[in-house]
């Protein structure tokens, strides 16, 4: 089947953003003792908490979410919760993996709350900055994270590592590419190990379109980590960018090997296995992508894509049986982001070459004729295709009206025929019939 996604879908860059560890509302600080002489003795080990209890369901929800599991790592909050109403642990815990979800009102409501309890809260300020990056308002954003390095700075703290990295995100986001540097530079003076500061530099200069300079540092900084999933799928987008589509996927593989869950790497494999029509590996990564993100715009709309290439390779009976399942993942892709034209269309192609509902596939080129202002981009695959499918409507429209004629002209000129026998009188059967001439 001609899949619509004939351009590379949209692949990702992974950031250097950093997620708290959930459970981790408060910080010990530690307090110089005077050193004692101890006996050697058997260390005593803490009481486990009750597998029901809030202490450990919190845990249980830490572990899940660091397993990328969002959907049950909520489930677990929310019952700790229930049981400890108060306990700040597991609201952050439960706001982190609502952040996971898309779920931001609810994360925003948490982190507000808590933010007002207790406005100096690292976690706290931390979160809703992720919150704001996460919806698109990095002004917010920015704006949060530089009152409190100011905040820090006025009590003669050392700038927070985890706060100046997201930091620098935010401002690459913004394309305040200045501000990006000037910041890596001032954690980096600090920390020249620091893996997530040569990372975002590199990410700053490939937003930039330095691409080369963007590798070396990428370089640099899997030589102090070599187990960052991030670093491996930007070193594949700059492979990208120079269209070397197979050395790109090595280092998408790389990711993944390196970090079973990681979302952009997934994201990416299943694009580009979608731009070879390699329909069986895109579901695949996709459907891993949406394990992590359930409700992940890109990840659901792949998905359906490769769902529908998958069916459209089948044979003709089997299509019939797969293609509603495509439908239905495009519909639900069409539900998360009702924008999203390429599920329109591709339901329209759909219901035309593996469902013959060519009524069907008529109705959604009207909607997507909607979603484009009723106008089509001459370079818009579905231009051509709704047009084949308007005429092939009109051709057995056509054809039907010409069978329909063809039956009333025979039928008219059968009903013609029974009249003018039926004026003929039947022959007399007593009447001998006339004897034939004799032969000469």
Not at 99 to 106: I, T, V
Not at 301 to 307: E, N, P, R
Request: glycine share 4%; aromatic share 4%; with cysteine.
């Amino acid at each position: 089947m001609k899949n619509m996604r004939d351009l590379l879908p949209s692949l990702a860059l992974a950031t250097a953003a950093s997620m708290l560890p959930a459970g981790c509302a408060t910080e010990q600080k530690k307090e110089d003792k005077p050193a004692v002489v101890v006996t050697e003795e058997k260390p005593v080990e803490a009481p486990r908490p009750r597998p029901d209890s809030a202490a450990a369901l919190i845990a249980d929800g830490t572990k899940l979410l660091k397993d990328g599991r969002a959907t049950d790592a909520k489930a677990k909050f929310e019952t700790a919760l229930d049981k400890e109403p108060a306990n700040v642990d597991a609201k952050v815990g439960l706001a982190q993996a609502q952040l996971k979800l898309g779920e931001f009102d609810g994360a925003k409501a948490i982190l507000t709350d808590l933010q007002k309890a207790n406005p100096d809260s690292r976690e706290v300020v931390l979160l809703l900055g992720l919150l704001y990056t996460e919806q698109g308002k990095y002004d917010q954003g920015i704006s949060l994270y530089e009152k409190e390095l100011e905040r820090q700075k006025s009590k003669g703290a050392a700038p927070d590592r985890d706060l100046l990295n997201n930091l620098i995100t935010m401002y690459r986001m913004a394309k305040q590419y200045d501000d990006a540097v000037r910041a890596c530079t001032t954690l980096l003076s600090r920390d020249p190990q620091n893996a997530d500061a040569l990372k975002n530099l590199s990410l700053v200069y490939f937003d930039q379109g330095k691409y080369d300079l963007a590798e070396t540092i990428a370089i640099n900084s899997l030589k102090i980590n070599d187990k960052d999933a991030a670093l491996y799928n930007n070193r594949g987008m700059i492979r990208v960018k120079k269209k070397r589509y197979p050395e790109a996927m090595s280092f998408f593989y790389k990711a993944v090997q390196v970090d079973p869950i990681s979302l952009t790497a997934h994201l990416n494999i299943g694009a580009i296995a979608l731009r070879y029509r390699d329909y069986a590996n895109a579901a695949k990564h996709y459907a891993e992508a949406m394990k992590l993100e359930p409700k992940h715009p890109e990840a659901n709309l792949g998905y359906g894509l490769a769902l529908a290439g998958v069916s459209g390779a089948l044979p003709p009976d089997e299509q019939a049986k797969k293609a509603p399942d495509a439908i239905a993942q495009l519909q639900r892709a069409l539900e998360i982001d009702p924008d999203v034209t390429e599920a329109i269309g591709e339901i329209a192609m759909v219901q035309k070459l593996q469902l013959n509902n060519l009524t069907e596939a008529k109705g959604w080129c009207e909607k997507y004729r909607e979603k484009r202002g009723r106008k089509f981009d001459d370079k818009d695959v579905m231009k051509g295709e709704c047009a084949a499918i308007d005429a092939e409507i009109k051709a057995k429209e056509a054809a039907a009206r010409a069978m329909e004629a063809a039956r009333a002209a025979q039928a008219e000129e059968d009903a013609a025929k029974k009249a003018e026998e039926a004026k003929s009188p039947p022959p007399d059967a007593s009447t001998p019939p006339p004897a034939e001439a004799a032969p000469q």
